[in-house]
């Protein structure tokens, strides 16, 4: 079945580690999002990527890294400079450059900094 | 910049009784609107989306969506809650005004459906 698999679903880290998380999607589309959940804030924009081999710094890019090298993977790199890393992680995906296309998201990534 | 707001943190309903959960929206030009969904713990779901013409919008599990341009509004309604619709509900823009069309959020709405 198409769609976006996200790993791990929960991880664990010390403060100080930097941790990547894995983004594929098997759907062909172009575009491809980060997205960092907190409760009661809604979901906000990291990172996302239009083509391979580019990206673009979203809302809350600082302390995060990532790379487009496939069109099927947008890895998310947390580094020690992120603040405060603990969160939920959705990463999305569309196939339409315009504006009527909806995104599709994975599962989601639980970081826990120790 | 575009955005959307969601009034209410959390909505309570009886199973068989109607829900509304309310969402208005801030654009310039044209808006373009969606409804998500979210069980704990996993990634959001697609309900449905406005982009033009009819007012009321029909999406999956039996929601509809009703758009009013005059107030601003893109509320999501269904005629029967079920216990199942229990879960995180998220209205979102297409953020147009910049040259990529960013989804822009609400801080999302909790629908508890009591038996």
């Known amino acids: 079945d198409g769609g976006i698999t996200q790993s791990p679903k929960y991880l664990f880290r010390k403060e100080g580690q930097n941790v990547t998380l894995s983004c594929e999607q098997n759907?062909?589309?172009?575009?491809m999002y980060w997205y960092r959940q907190d409760p009661g804030q809604g979901l906000r924009l990291i990172y996302y990527s239009q083509i391979v081999n580019d990206f673009q710094k979203g809302d809350i890019a600082e302390g995060y890294s990532v790379s487009r090298e496939k069109k099927e993977s947008f890895p998310l790199t947390v580094t020690s400079a992120q603040k405060n890393p603990t969160a939920f992680y959705l990463c999305?995906?569309?196939?339409?450059?315009?504006?009527?296309?909806?995104?599709?998201f994975g599962e989601g990534s639980r970081l826990t900094v120790l | 910049a575009q955005s959307v707001a969601q009034p209410e943190d959390q909505v309570n309903v009886a199973e068989g009784n109607p829900l509304t959960v309310k969402c208005t929206y801030s654009?310039?030009?044209?808006?373009?609107l969606f409804w998500y969904v979210q069980y704990p713990n996993r990634g959001l779901q697609f309900l449905l989306k406005?982009?033009?013409?009819?007012?009321l919008v029909k999406g999956s599990y039996g929601f509809e969506a009703e758009f009013n341009k005059s107030q601003t509004s893109f509320h999501l309604k269904k005629p029967s809650a079920l216990v199942s619709d229990s879960a995180l509900y998220f209205c979102a823009v297409r953020d147009v005004s910049t040259g990529f069309q960013k989804l822009v959020f609400g801080t999302g709405t909790r629908l508890l459906v009591s038996p």
């Open positions: 654009v310039s030009g044209n808006p373009y």
């Open positions: 406005y982009i033009t013409g009819d007012n």
């Open positions: 999305a995906s569309t196939n339409r450059d315009g504006p009527t296309g909806e995104l599709f």
């Open positions: 759907l062909n589309h172009d575009a």
